[in-house]
């Protein structure tokens, strides 16, 4: 093989090599997440506590953020942003009001920064947090990214409830408005679940065949505090996930906790349990029918009535009739990484050119 051909060869390879490594230069940056900056925070009840957090290397501007567990009688939840971008965040627990009230009234973000859907998954407490030690985690709860402990110690004078009286909550078990919702998938295909909290702020909503396969378990948080929130399921979509067939209304938050991937789609002629839960307990349930039977269509025309004027006696008759037009989009779908793939093929067919010169 000539010099200058080995050279080709060899520049080709190095930049091939270059290119491998940007594009998995990505996916090892998107395992950094924040971490706490103490393995414990110490306290008193009835003190607001600062809980501060850095950015390992790059990590995502927002993340989870979850205070206690269920077992320690407080679990709360909120998903903080570091709206700045200076790598650091401090979360204020305000422990005179923890546990009693909304969640948002007790979680706060420090400076420029911000927390958003706050929740409380636990019942309301009567009376300001137990004196004791309470998990503080990042990311999923189930899986968390970081952990650290708030301690929080006894304060006598600090023993009284938060003054002024919370807000009232629903009474009752959360609940479907419905016992019976049906999707027509000759229709719209979509169907809206109405789910009331009832005295919670965060419910579990399952949809599961047994004779398909499909089954979707989403936690609902009632972040707009109405009390309620409707889910949407489309029969009719062409989905390649459950994520697609199924959304909640604007104003609420919605975590998917499972699925069943291999079974993304509803299907015409089946009937769906619908369940709803709190603190792992299926509290009631409803049934989602799918049909596919035909909608019945009705045109109109409408026609003004014939005016005539006595000053001319002109007659003037006006018919409107309506019409529909149909307009459709197109959109364009980048695959991630799709155009750096391209550039290693062109690379390596050049290298091959090289070596049969």
Not at 104 to 110: P, Q
Not at 165 to 179: K, M, V
Request: charged residues 20%; aromatic residues 4%.
């Amino acid at each position: 093989m000539a010099p200058s051909r080995r050279f080709e060869l060899l520049t080709t390879t190095v930049l091939v090599v270059a290119l491998l490594a940007a594009a998995t230069a990505p996916a090892a940056a998107a395992e950094d997440h924040y971490e706490f900056t103490d393995d414990a925070y110490w306290t008193e009840q009835g003190e607001v506590v600062s809980i501060t957090l850095e950015d390992g290397n790059e990590a995502n501007d927002t993340f989870r953020f979850h205070l206690g567990t269920a077992d320690q009688g407080l679990a709360a939840h909120a998903t903080v942003v570091d709206e700045n971008g200076d790598g650091e965040v401090t979360v204020r627990v305000n422990t005179s009001m923890a546990g009693q009230t909304n969640a948002s009234a007790y979680l706060s973000a420090a400076g420029e920064d911000s927390i958003s859907n706050a929740s409380q998954s636990t019942s309301r407490l009567s009376h300001i947090p137990d004196a004791g030690d309470y998990d503080l985690r990042i990311g999923p709860a189930d899986d968390p990214n970081e952990t650290a402990h708030l301690v929080i110690e006894e304060n006598e004078s600090a023993a009284d409830p938060i003054s002024g009286t919370p807000e009232s909550e629903p009474s009752g078990d959360p609940d479907f408005n419905e016992s019976v919702v049906t999707a027509n998938v000759a229709g719209s295909g979509v169907a809206e679940i109405p789910v009331r909290f009832g005295g919670a702020e965060t419910v579990t909503v399952s949809i599961e065949s047994d004779e398909t396969g499909f089954s979707t378990v989403l936690e609902l948080t009632d972040a707009d505090d109405d009390g309620s929130a409707t889910v949407t399921v489309d029969a009719a979509a062409d989905a390649e996930s459950p994520r697609d067939t199924v959304s909640v209304s604007n104003g609420d938050d919605a975590e998917f906790q499972s699925m069943n991937e291999s079974v993304p789609s509803l299907e015409a002629g089946v009937d769906y349990g619908l369940g709803v839960a709190h603190n792992g307990s299926v509290v009631n349930v409803a049934t989602l029918v799918v049909r596919d039977e035909p909608v019945e269509t009705t045109t109109s025309i409408a026609t003004e009535s014939t005016e005539t004027t006595t000053a001319d006696t002109t007659e003037s008759t006006t018919t409107a009739n309506a019409s529909a037009t149909t307009a459709t989009g197109t959109s364009d779908t980048v695959v991630p990484g799709f155009s750096a793939v391209l550039a290693v093929v062109a690379l390596l067919a050049a290298a091959f050119l090289a070596v049969r010169r």
